[in-house]
């Protein structure tokens, strides 16, 4: 049987450095990369205005991040209040723990998603084939140390914000089903998106995270027009030249 080695392609993501405009949009995810205690924020805008982009951009900017090896909860190699209770009784034990490098990790957490896909719940498979209650992770241990996405966040139902606004302002998740109990650090950037004509953001969502203006099409547009009419400008100037009184100048532009 042959095999071959297949690298994980990645798709290009556009630079955060190329993003023009939206001053307020950048710096407030800025912040909250900086110092993930601020809570989150919320960006609130048309259809293509670029919420998603900046998202992901940003994200991409970050540098790695040193986690135990093969552990699902992004566990961190030294500091005890980032670790799992596994790896905390490694650490305790003075037990040799192996390290790698990965980037911040970004979780999009879509909709339809359940509370058990959120949280976790028990691994079905495990307990089918080997007869054993072992713990599954959900999305919140994989966006620990990370950031945790939501687009259309004020579509979201009511009972999932209130899931992520306790693991955002606590930093830990608790489960306690089916006979498991499990508490694991769910420490991340909560970003929501969402589009003001599709609905209003829940009111907990409003007390709890940073909410950015509302931007949309109207701005972009403003922006592109006064750039056409610079360059525009810029040309004509160019082409028919100026004499360097500033009457003239002034005329001439007042003209245009």
Request: aromatic share 6%; net charge negative; proline share 5%.
């Amino acid at each position: 049987m042959v095999t071959q080695n297949v690298e994980k392609i990645s798709l290009p993501i556009f630079p955060f450095t190329a993003i023009v405009g939206q001053e307020e949009m950048k710096l407030a995810l800025e912040l909250n990369v900086i110092d993930p205690r601020i809570g989150g924020v919320i960006i609130m805008g048309d259809r293509g205005t670029g919420k998603s982009t900046t998202i992901r951009a940003i994200a991409d900017l970050l540098p790695k991040i040193s986690i135990v090896r093969e552990d699902a909860f992004n566990s961190h190699p030294t500091n005890p209040e980032l670790m799992s209770s596994e790896i905390l009784n490694q650490f305790q034990n003075n037990e040799i723990i192996e390290t790698e490098e990965i980037k911040i990790p970004m979780v999009d957490l879509p909709l339809g998603a359940t509370e058990d896909r959120v949280c976790g719940t028990i691994d079905i498979e495990k307990a089918l084939t080997e007869g054993v209650k072992a713990f599954e992770p959900g999305l919140l241990a994989k966006a620990n140390r990370g950031i945790l996405y939501v687009d259309e966040v004020n579509l979201l139902d009511d009972h999932l914000v209130d899931i992520l606004l306790d693991s955002a302002a606590s930093g830990w998740n608790t489960v306690e089903r089916e006979g498991i109990s499990v508490r694991h650090p769910a420490r991340f950037v909560l970003v929501g998106s969402g589009n003001p004509e599709e609905g209003e953001l829940r009111p907990q969502l409003l007390d709890r995270l940073v909410c950015t203006p509302r931007f949309g099409r109207l701005r972009i547009l403003i922006y592109v027009f006064v750039l056409l009419k610079s360059v525009l400008l810029l040309i004509k100037i160019h082409k028919f030249g100026l004499t360097n009184t500033r009457t003239n100048n002034r005329a001439y532009v007042l003209n245009w």
